[in-house]
DNA sequence: TCAAGTGTACTACGAAGATTAATACACTCG
DNA sequence: CGAGTGTATTAATCTTCGTAGTACACTTGA
């Protein structure tokens, strides 16, 4: 299910992190689904089991799991993460509006900007 | 009038780096001012030529200084710099509005967000 | 109760990156 | 030409980061 590519510069943890994220906002795997142990996952991947615990923990920290002492992992509700991943969002775009002002530009600048970027087809 | 701290955890060329930008923002040096020698300040501040040499070589990047081969630094006209900021907000400005609307914030959202910024008195 | 399975905390090692230093080169100008 | 300037290259040192090893705490079912 999961594949790790060496050739990728960006560590291990990171690489599980971003897969199992997808996984969840896809919803291959849906809410209060049991994830595999840290070290069944860290077994089957061939990596050390405090990899793998470091991935569910920025699962955790993002809101897409919830942990249970001596039970185990689980996907969050939907909601949580929706939540969370809004809020950082906000935050950021916050500060850059933020910046943006203090550099110079304008009220009208700004709306202008994001007109453009709402009025854009394709986005990444 | 540069002062290194030690106890900061910031690299030296970083602090010297910000330190002259502050400078050259707040108009205490002013355009086509010559800047002290790399080998010059080195020696003032206890470092390396290098050092210095980077936090001159940052400064140009960012607009801030122009430097001729066997001549020395100089400092920008204002509106090098000014520009070359603005466009970084601008850019990064962009990138959190495309995260936003991706994450599906409304246009109506943005636009309230950017409201409460622009009336807000004091910004940091 | 205990043993197996679970998450977690702590420490340490190794590699990779960042920072600084040493040195040599190229240019300007008197 | 020589002193002063910026710049390139290389090397040494330092710091950070990713990963691994190990021990601890909890849950559950036999």
Do not use: H
């Amino acid at each position: 299910m999961i594949i790790i590519d060496y050739r990728d510069k960006r560590p291990i943890y990171e690489q599980v992190t971003d897969k199992l994220a997808q996984l969840i906002i896809k919803g291959v795997l849906s809410p209060n689904t049991k994830m595999p142990s840290v070290r069944q996952l860290a077994i089957d991947l061939s990596v050390n089991a405090n990899t793998v615990q470091r991935a569910y923990s920025q699962l955790e920290q993002n809101g897409y799991l919830y942990s249970v002492v001596g039970k185990g992992n689980f996907v969050s509700e939907v909601n949580d993460w929706k939540n969370q991943a809004t809020k950082e969002n906000i935050a950021t775009l916050r500060q850059a509006c933020i910046n943006a002002k203090n550099c110079g530009l304008t009220y009208d600048d700004v709306k202008k900007l994001i007109k453009e970027v709402y009025e854009e087809k394709q986005t990444s």
